[in-house]
């Protein structure tokens, strides 16, 4: 076994690989860049090496600096993770001409599997079943034509160096085709450079399943069973499971065999996912071969009770595999969520900005949370935005739903966007529940999933307010504390008034929507009226935000997280965010006005175009934000007079950051 391994990678599966090395007793070695000088897995490894710039190609996708890292420190192997390097045959060259040992298959393997063409070929002469379709070198455009009107319509056209949904178009009917293929080609070159495409069938309604398979040196081969994968926007995969709803143990059987017999075909060492797509009545074709570990291999380990990483630096030091076919057994389900920031209804807009509040659920025997990010960490433009996997496992597929939804209910993410709620609805939607799957759920589901915005409950707007007073009297209390006069009458929080009662207001803003909640003190409670209604309310708040209420006799418990102006009402699976309105700055003029003028993203102010003081019309102009590369022009939302701008340019605004003071004319 190795001393120490350097791992080329970052985020969550560097502290994933971290995490199995330091249990087993080996060195790890970090690489970052200057966008990761504090990253998690940089703070977890026990060395680090800085490796040059944010941008991936002049840091993550440098060869020959990886390999100076490892040489510098020593280190007798590198993991590859996924992504980044992991399936880079020039890599994998650099690192033997080393003499540091590469964990993962050989080059070969890579290369044999690295243009779907060529894969198909081996496949077929392997007997593994391929989908009906033309694999060869004639890309004549007219030949192609009748090789799809032979297989029938509709057909795929598939870039052969492609991969992650580009290079690809669906054809209806043969009068489409060669505008099609003449489209296809010219991104397969722009993305890929090969103009190269295959044709097959396409199958209106597939599955995507994958099979996890395991080589060594000593010629042993095994499968870890399957991965049903078919839960997906736009080629990427959101919700991953295992075992696949309705296999038969005969399917399994024959997809675990053709599987092996894959990575058989190319002397195949290491981990590796052999891809499927599967029709709706169990037959299935061969799509691909990855030659690496999987962003989706936890599901595998948690029916397992396996350490795939463990595996895999066992095989690539030589060892055999630890254990045969038959000594493999699924016990129980296993689902996993990809937790992104990212904006589901804006289609899915990557988010950046600093995770200000981050509480996973508590993981034990039936949760797992895998990450690359803490509490304070940045999401930057320059990766992928994951921000963490949630694994849950539990004895059959229903119960482990049940723990998917619990767990997702207890996630609290605040600072970035994130699709936590759109994978609650996913878990929850009557077709995945049901496991009537295909890879166009998400899209036929979009009723269900994309939901038009409801306002929120009254309870939560109970909840904010009185997380609100309860910090201003906590603040008050810590305050006196620090006073030479700690017991003075001054620093009370109890509303006490000379011939009067207490009375004050608070104003929120969720969307479009302003409330006023006028509060007052009902004993050792508090009464709240809102819309005319009024509630007595009292509880305790914890510094995380955690606060046990009581709302008219009801008791409940919620998460209120303060991120600048914002206020992150977390409950019964839930989250909304209000902006807490300054009485002081507040126009009067209702929510719908300003409700426009609050920063739609994080961001950069990069101009002010209207003067401090200025009369402008509805739709006037008044500055603009820089925000994923794209420029936001935030206009006027009624005739009015801009009365001071909350920021200057070059200011970085958080999400909701209110941007401008803003009074609406009188109507």
């Given at each position: 076994m190795f001393n120490k391994i350097l791992i080329a990678n970052r985020g969550e599966i560097a502290c994933r690989v971290i995490k199995t090395a330091r249990r087993l007793g080996i060195k790890t070695v970090a690489v970052y860049s200057e966008a990761d000088a504090g990253a998690r897995h940089v703070r977890l490894a026990d060395e680090a090496v800085f490796i040059g710039p944010a941008a991936a190609r002049e840091s993550y996708l440098v060869v020959d600096k990886i390999i100076a890292a490892a040489k510098?420190?020593?280190?007798?192997?590198?993991?590859?993770?996924?992504?980044?390097?992991?399936e880079n045959e020039a890599f994998c060259d650099a690192c033997d001409a080393a003499g540091i040992v590469f964990i993962g298959p050989p080059v070969s393997a890579i290369r044999a599997m690295g243009s779907k063409s060529e894969a198909k070929k081996l496949m077929e002469k392997a007997q593994v079943p391929l989908t009906p379709g033309y694999h060869g070198d004639n890309q004549e455009p007219g030949f192609l034509n009748v090789q799809a009107d032979?297989?029938?319509?509709?057909?795929?056209i598939k870039a052969a160096a492609g991969g992650g949904g580009k290079g690809m178009r669906l054809v209806e009917r043969s009068t489409d085709f060669l505008e099609a293929l003449a489209s296809c080609k010219r991104e397969a070159a722009s993305s890929?450079?090969?103009d190269h495409v295959l044709v097959e069938k396409y199958l209106t309604r597939p599955r995507h399943i994958e099979i996890q398979v395991f080589g060594d040196t000593h010629g042993n081969y095994v499968h870890l069973f399957e991965r049903d994968c078919s839960v997906q926007r736009r080629h990427q995969k959101v919700l991953e499971e295992a075992p696949a709803p309705g296999m038969t143990l005969e399917r399994r059987a024959a997809m675990g065999k053709a599987a092996v017999d894959a990575a058989r075909a190319v002397g195949y060492v290491g981990a590796g996912t052999v891809e499927f797509i599967a029709n709706q009545d169990g037959t299935f074709y061969f799509m691909e071969m990855n030659t690496r570990l999987q962003v989706e291999h936890p599901v595998t380990e948690m029916i397992t009770g396996l350490d795939l990483v463990e595996w895999q630096l066992r095989v690539a030091s030589g060892e055999p595999l630890?254990?045969?076919?038959?000594?493999l057994a699924i016990n129980g389900h296993a689902l996993e969520a990809r937790i992104y920031a990212e904006d589901p209804g804006k289609g899915f807009l990557p988010s950046t900005g600093r995770l200000v509040h981050l509480a996973p659920p508590e993981e034990g025997v039936h949760v797992r949370v895998d990450t690359g990010v803490e509490e304070g960490d940045e999401i930057s433009p320059f990766y992928d935005p994951m921000i963490a996997k949630l694994i849950?496992?539990?004895?059959n597929r229903d119960r482990a739903l049940a723990r998917m939804l619990q767990a997702l209910a207890e996630y609290r993410v605040v600072g970035v966007a994130n699709n936590i709620e759109f994978l609650s609805r996913l878990t929850a939607c009557p077709a995945f529940a049901g496991a009537d799957l295909d890879t166009g759920l998400i899209e036929r589901e979009k009723g269900y999933l994309f939901p038009t915005e409801q306002g929120a409950p009254r309870e939560a707007w109970l909840v904010a307010g009185l997380a609100e007073l309860l910090r201003e009297k906590a603040r008050a209390v810590t305050q006196a504390a620090r006073h030479s006069e700690p017991d003075s009458p001054w620093h009370q929080r109890d509303g006490w008034r000379l011939n009067a009662a207490a009375k004050r207001t608070l104003i929120f803003r969720l969307g479009e929507e302003e409330k006023s909640l006028f509060v007052s003190n009902r004993g050792e409670a508090l009464a709240i009226t809102l819309d005319g209604t009024t509630s007595v309310v009292s509880g305790q708040l914890n510094l995380r935000g955690l606060l046990r209420a009581e709302l008219d006799g009801l008791r409940t418990t919620a998460t209120v997280v303060v991120a600048g102006e914002r206020r992150h009402v977390f409950g019964h699976g839930k989250a909304w965010q209000f902006a807490a309105v300054d009485p002081l700055h507040h126009s009067g003029g209702g929510g719908g006005a300003e409700g426009g003028l609050l920063a739609p993203m994080p961001g950069k102010v990069i101009a002010l175009i209207a003067a401090e003081g200025a009369k402008v019309e509805?739709?006037?102009p008044l500055l603009i934000l820089e925000a994923m590369k794209m420029e936001h022009t935030i206009t006027a939302p009624a005739a009015g007079t801009v009365k001071a701008f909350r920021f200057i340019v070059g200011d970085q605004v958080g999400d909701g950051a209110q941007l401008v003071?803003?009074?609406v004319d009188p109507a």
């Open positions: 510098q420190t020593g280190a007798q192997a590198i993991h590859p993770g996924y992504g980044f390097l992991s032979a297989i029938g319509y509709p057909v795929l890929f450079g090969s630890p254990l045969a076919q038959e000594q849950v496992w539990d004895v509805k739709g006037a003071d803003f009074a």
